[in-house]
């Protein structure tokens, strides 16, 4: 079964940091682009990050660069999203999708979704 299965969600106060997990069971990630993407009440998913198959080229949504950073081990079959500064407006569902390896970054693009991983950013 092809499978993605995020971890690392929690509640965290403003300025506090936390690193999700993305891991892949029946399927080889490296094999694919992996993108981050967060979905808050009542708003669109929209993307976060992404990060090339080989992992050597990632890109950022305007509103999380400079605090967050992608990066991809695929001898474990898992991809990270560490998040720094965190800020209230960052509470969201997050989701890891596998793109095709040459697929634009974007939500319609994903062939494979995780079930998401709650991030609450509050005092």
């Known amino acids: 079964q092809l499978q993605l299965v995020e971890s690392g969600g929690g509640l965290v106060q403003p300025g506090g940091s936390l690193r999700l997990s993305c891991a892949a069971s029946?399927?080889?990630?490296?094999?694919?682009?992996i993108g981050w993407f967060r979905q808050a009440p009542g708003k669109e998913r929209e993307g976060v990050s992404c990060i090339s198959s080989g992992g050597g080229f990632t890109n950022y949504a305007e509103s999380v660069k400079g605090r967050f950073t992608m990066s991809r081990d695929n001898a474990k079959n898992t991809v990270y999203l560490q998040m720094n500064s965190l800020k209230p407006e960052d509470t969201a569902v997050y989701y890891c999708?596998?793109?095709?390896?040459?697929?634009?970054?974007?939500?319609?693009?994903?062939?494979?979704w995780g079930q998401g991983t709650q991030v609450t950013v509050s005092s």
């Open positions: 999708a596998a793109l095709a390896r040459y697929a634009i970054c974007e939500a319609s693009k994903a062939s494979y």
């Open positions: 029946g399927f080889t990630l490296d094999n694919y682009r």
